[in-house]
């Protein structure tokens, strides 16, 4: 329930806001935010029998509206857990963004920009999703002048990198 919650509240503020209105929503450091998805997220990984980690490479001191940031962040890290079944989920954090790299299936080449597109699933899709999280990330970053961008981490395994400096 609090996820739907939180997925209207997020849609609704993409539905309203312009971009410069980014305070809408509260506003967090990506080091908040960060610790708040592991605490959430961190169990079910490891329930899983994958490891998690979160790193810190480096300090960001901005803030940033709390709603979008906590969307995209819970989205990858969601992605993940379902994508992942043995090694395990790194949330790493830099200056100016953050990445979520794990040891799953990964993506084909060919499919990383139409993994973007709402209600695309991949061939190996998991979980109950509607193939909407990604699209929703790829949104919410267009809209708060972020990027988004997805490659392969050898030998298996995706990274998605989050620039929040745009």
């Keep these: 329930a609090e996820e739907m919650s939180e997925l209207v509240q997020t849609f609704l503020m993409l539905a309203r806001a312009k971009p410069e209105e980014s305070r809408q929503g509260g506003s967090a450091s990506l080091a908040e935010v960060a610790d708040e998805q592991s605490k959430r997220w961190a169990p079910l990984i490891e329930e899983k029998g994958l490891q998690f980690q979160l790193i810190a490479q480096g300090v960001d001191s901005a803030q940033y ?20 079944e043995q090694g395990g989920v790194r949330l790493i954090l830099d200056t ?49 002048g972020w990027a988004v961008r997805v490659s392969d981490l050898p030998p298996q395994g995706s990274r998605f990198e989050v620039s929040l400096q745009g």
């Design 65 to 84: 509206n709390l709603t979008f940031l906590r969307t995209v962040m819970s989205n990858l890290l969601r992605n993940a857990l379902h994508y992942t």
């Design 96 to 144: 100016g963004g953050f990445r979520v790299e794990d040891s799953g299936v990964g993506i084909p080449l060919d499919q990383h920009e139409q993994m973007f597109q709402p209600f695309v699933r991949g061939p190996e899709a998991r979980g109950e999703g509607l193939g909407l999280g990604l699209s929703l990330v790829k949104r919410i970053c267009t809209h708060q």
